[in-house]
Each structure stands twice: as structure tokens, then as C-alpha cells.
């Protein structure tokens, strides 16, 4: 492509906003009916950005759409605008006193309940003005998008934490064997054999989720294989699984607070390193500005359990 006055060119808002759309999402048509635009609309604006730049941004590779190395200078740009923009948002909502404002937070299913009765509903009473945003997302979900800015904060079971990505509060959290109460497995002692553990039907996370990654490093660790009867990318479906028969999954011990306490499922401890050294973080993005609201937010997160160093239950 021919290059143009690229230090005279006007990047156009909108151009950005289709550009980052269509790598985010890894195709023109996924960020179509993400959009809710036509895809010519999408190619088009493209288009007049890399005539803007002077310069090709994309790749085409299958269906898909990848960054250049131009196009990954870009799409840093972006992303520090993005922030830049929100951090101007944030000096100015201190000057309102934390009462409006946007906050967005990220996080493995496992802890919603947890958040939810721990600190959200205080928070949301105490800042009525404020908008709360919590999504749900598999653990690689939620540090790609803490990096990439959709979200302040995130929480995530055994994320793999790359560089940009700031761990502001961490808590063992053993994966374990979650069962019925009256399941065979109870009356074995703790930790358990994995050879025990592999006796039973399985009920497994879907890949792509914390769980299911230390489930793939144990396989290969131990050379075993986890054959699964069932795979889902539910938590309640997975611990349904377990309640009705002698089925077992893998859960870390957070996500089970209400059916410990009921007595409607056990969490079994594993003999394997992998399992009993995973971990919870609480994820910023490195060098990103909070504002108030979010840095008190993220303040009460960490001090939850199981990030104040108490254990909530004994496994």
C-alpha cells in the first residue's frame, strides 16, 4: 500500500473503534453481529484507516483477521487512548465525590456469589449513581480483557498472568474433588489418590477456563487421561452433575461456599501438586490509573476472603 502523509493523517474515532472491534473479535463478521453493523461497513472503515496510515493493518488468514506489525502499533495506541480517556473520566468523577462513574470488573463464575454478598451489594448501596458492569468470562477472557481495557479489575481462578498484568492480591485456592456427601469418596482418607478420583464419572470445565487448564497440566504431568462423561462451561451444571449421582468434578473451594454450608456437596482434597498450590488473583492492568471509585472497589475485593488470609471453610 502506498504510503501517504501519515504524520499529517486524522485518525477518525470511528475507524479505531471498527478496527479494534474486528481484531478483538477475531473476524469481520464476529465483530458484525457484535456490532450490529453490515460487514462491508467494517471492511470500509478499515479501509480508509489504512489509507489514512498509508500503511496494511490486517491480515486475512481462513475466515479470520489478524493485526500487521503496523496494525499491532495501532491497536497499542488504541488501547492507550482508551485508558487515557478513562483515566480523564476517573480525575473528573474525584472531583464529583466517587457519586458517577463506570466501573467495570471481570471475573471467573466461581466468584460472583462471593462478590456479590461480600461487596457488591454494599457497594452499589453506598454509590447509588455509580454503573457497575460484571461479566462472567472464562479465566483466558478475563485477563484478556483486564489487558486489553475492557475491565478495571478481574478476578481469576489460576490465570496465566502475562506481562501488562499487575496481581494486586492472591489466595491458595486447592482445586478439589466435589462430590455428594454420601459418594464412596468421603470414606476414603484425604488427600485422595488421583488413581481413586479417576474411578468415577467425570464432570468436567470446558476448555479455556482455570480449572480445566490444571486439569490438561495434570494429564500430562502424571500421564493420565481424564476421560469425561460430562463437559460444560457451567458451574451450576457441573455441581447439578455431582448432586444427583456419583459423579465427580473439580471445583476450587470459593465457588462451593453455600453447598459446603448446606451440607448438599463435599470438596475432597487431591494428592497432587498442581491441584493443592492453585491459586485465585485479583487482576489490574499494569501502569493503568483507577479511578476512586474503582481503586475503593478493588480495596474491598482484596480485603474478601479469601484474599484477607482467612479461611472461610476447612476442606
Not at 474486528?22 to 478499515?46: C, H, K, N, Y
Not at 480523564?88 to 466517587?98: I, K, S, V
Not at 487431591?270 to 492453585?278: L, N, R, S, T
Request: aromatic letters at 6%.
Amino acid at each position: 500500500m502506498a504510503q501517504s502523509g501519515t504524520t499529517e493523517a486524522h485518525l477518525n474515532v470511528r475507524w479505531l473503534h471498527y478496527f479494534h472491534a474486528a481484531l478483538t473479535a477475531g473476524s469481520i463478521r464476529a465483530a458484525s453481529d457484535r456490532l450490529d453493523v453490515e460487514p462491508s461497513v467494517i471492511s470500509r472503515q478499515i479501509r480508509q484507516l489504512e489509507q489514512a496510515v498509508g500503511m496494511s493493518l490486517i491480515e486475512r488468514h481462513g475466515r479470520g483477521v489478524k493485526a500487521t506489525e503496523a496494525g499491532n502499533i495501532l491497536l497499542d495506541f488504541y488501547r492507550e487512548r482508551d485508558v487515557a480517556e478513562q483515566t480523564l473520566f476517573g480525575q473528573l468523577a474525584e472531583m464529583d465525590g466517587l457519586q458517577r462513574g463506570h466501573i467495570s470488573l471481570s471475573i471467573s463464575e466461581g466468584y460472583s456469589d462471593q462478590l456479590m454478598s461480600g461487596v457488591m451489594n454494599d457497594f452499589c448501596a453506598r454509590h447509588p449513581q455509580l454503573t457497575i458492569e460484571l461479566n462472567l468470562a472464562a479465566v483466558n477472557d478475563v485477563v484478556r480483557q483486564v489487558y486489553e481495557g475492557q475491565a478495571h479489575i478481574g478476578v481469576a481462578y489460576a490465570p496465566r498472568l502475562i506481562p501488562g498484568i499487575t496481581s494486586v492480591a492472591s489466595a491458595r485456592q486447592p482445586l478439589c474433588a466435589v462430590v455428594h456427601p454420601l459418594h464412596p469418596l468421603t470414606r476414603l482418607p484425604q488427600p485422595l489418590a488421583l488413581d481413586e478420583v479417576l474411578k468415577w464419572p467425570l464432570g468436567l470445565a470446558s476448555h479455556g477456563y482455570g480449572i480445566r487448564q490444571l486439569i490438561d497440566a495434570v494429564e500430562v504431568m502424571s500421564k493420565r487421561h481424564f476421560r469425561p462423561s460430562l463437559v460444560s462451561n457451567s458451574l451450576a451444571t457441573l455441581k447439578q452433575y455431582v448432586s444427583s449421582g456419583n459423579g465427580v468434578t473439580f471445583i476450587g473451594q470459593v465457588a462451593l461456599l453455600h453447598e459446603i454450608r448446606r451440607q448438599q456437596l463435599v470438596a475432597l482434597k487431591i494428592d497432587h501438586p498442581v491441584f493443592a498450590e492453585a491459586e485465585t488473583h485479583v487482576i489490574v492492568r499494569q501502569h493503568r490509573p483507577l479511578s476512586p471509585a474503582a481503586k475503593q472497589l478493588l480495596t474491598e475485593i482484596t480485603h474478601l476472603w479469601p484474599f484477607d488470609g482467612q479461611s472461610g471453610l476447612s476442606v
